[in-house]
């Protein structure tokens, strides 16, 4: 028979890991391998963090140089390499199907809006991007925000081109910038969507809009980082106007 390993300091490692310490390096601390230490979260009833999850921590977590060091790396290792768009088109639908790169709150944000009523699909394909939450009968595309890497260099690029180009496919765009101290995602933001769909509902013609709010289901504080300065409104509408013209609403 094989024998059960024993680690001592268990629940202090298992309360590490749920306080967001890597798995791997907690499984060499404990002096076993990762899938040892994996069947000791599972039988602890702690579901493991995929890869999305554990990227969202250590960003969370990292120095202003770690997450420049996480960009360039990143950048580098795409750099000089062509994605034909009917590739993109095919990732994107393969995201839609497996969902995985969800967050857990995105994955709240879904159960809310499924228990209020609401068609939802995760991870929605619209071309060659993904939507976080795709409220889709009222064509609202609901993106989550949580870190700062979503206002730094190309990811800002992205950005604008992204949101232009949901909008120029028909969907409406709310942003939701939540963070786990001072704004998490409760009920307020949850409110503000229903709110908001039934105001489509009541004129189904109306033109594409671009909204900002907090996870409190608050107005976002005009500034830089949440993309709503006059001067992001004003970009990403002269951007659109060339592209047909939509309506523009930032709150």
């Given at each position: 028979m094989s024998r059960k390993i024993e680690i001592p300091n268990l629940d202090d490692l298992l309360r590490r890991y749920v306080a967001g310490k890597p798995e791997q390096k907690l499984a060499r601390e404990a002096g076993v391998n990762r899938w040892t230490f994996r069947r000791r979260l599972i039988a602890a009833n702690i579901k493991p963090?995929?890869?999305?999850?554990?990227?969202?921590?250590?960003w969370a977590n990292a120095s202003a140089?770690?997450?420049?060091?996480?960009?360039?790396?990143?950048?580098?290792?795409?750099?000089?390499?062509?994605?034909?768009?009917?590739?993109?088109?095919?990732?994107?639908?393969?995201?839609?199907?497996s969902c995985s790169h969800t967050s857990p709150t995105e994955n709240v944000l879904a159960i809310d809006m499924r228990a209020m009523g609401f068609s939802v699909i995760q991870q929605k394909a619209v071309g060659i991007y993904n939507v976080d939450v795709a409220l889709d009968i009222s064509s609202v595309a609901v993106e989550v925000f949580g870190g700062g890497w979503h206002s730094c260099g190309h990811h800002a690029k992205r950005f604008f081109e992204r949101t232009v180009y949901l909008l120029d496919h028909g969907w409406h765009v709310v942003i939701i910038w939540v963070d786990s101290r001072r704004y998490p995602l409760?009920?307020?933001?949850?409110?503000?969507?229903?709110?908001?769909?039934?105001?489509?509902?009541?004129?189904?013609?109306?033109?594409?809009?671009?909204?900002?709010?907090?996870?409190?289901?608050?107005?976002?504080?005009?500034?830089?980082?949440?993309?709503?300065?006059?001067?992001?409104?004003?970009?990403?509408?002269?951007?659109?106007?060339?592209?047909?013209?939509?309506?523009?609403?930032?709150?």
């Amino acid at each position: 028979m094989s024998r059960k390993i024993e680690i001592p300091n268990l629940d202090d490692l298992l309360r590490r890991y749920v306080a967001g310490k890597p798995e791997q390096k907690l499984a060499r601390e404990a002096g076993v391998n990762r899938w040892t230490f994996r069947r000791r979260l599972i039988a602890a009833n702690i579901k493991p963090r995929n890869v999305s999850d554990s990227m969202y921590i250590r960003w969370a977590n990292a120095s202003a140089d770690d997450r420049t060091r996480m960009l360039d790396n990143a950048h580098a290792a795409t750099r000089g390499r062509t994605v034909s768009t009917s590739e993109k088109h095919r990732r994107a639908l393969g995201k839609e199907r497996s969902c995985s790169h969800t967050s857990p709150t995105e994955n709240v944000l879904a159960i809310d809006m499924r228990a209020m009523g609401f068609s939802v699909i995760q991870q929605k394909a619209v071309g060659i991007y993904n939507v976080d939450v795709a409220l889709d009968i009222s064509s609202v595309a609901v993106e989550v925000f949580g870190g700062g890497w979503h206002s730094c260099g190309h990811h800002a690029k992205r950005f604008f081109e992204r949101t232009v180009y949901l909008l120029d496919h028909g969907w409406h765009v709310v942003i939701i910038w939540v963070d786990s101290r001072r704004y998490p995602l409760g009920r307020g933001a949850v409110q503000y969507l229903v709110s908001f769909c039934q105001e489509l509902s009541r004129n189904p013609s109306s033109l594409r809009q671009y909204r900002m709010i907090l996870g409190n289901g608050k107005d976002a504080p005009v500034c830089k980082s949440h993309f709503n300065r006059p001067a992001d409104i004003e970009r990403l509408c002269c951007r659109n106007n060339a592209a047909g013209g939509y309506n523009f609403v930032s709150r």
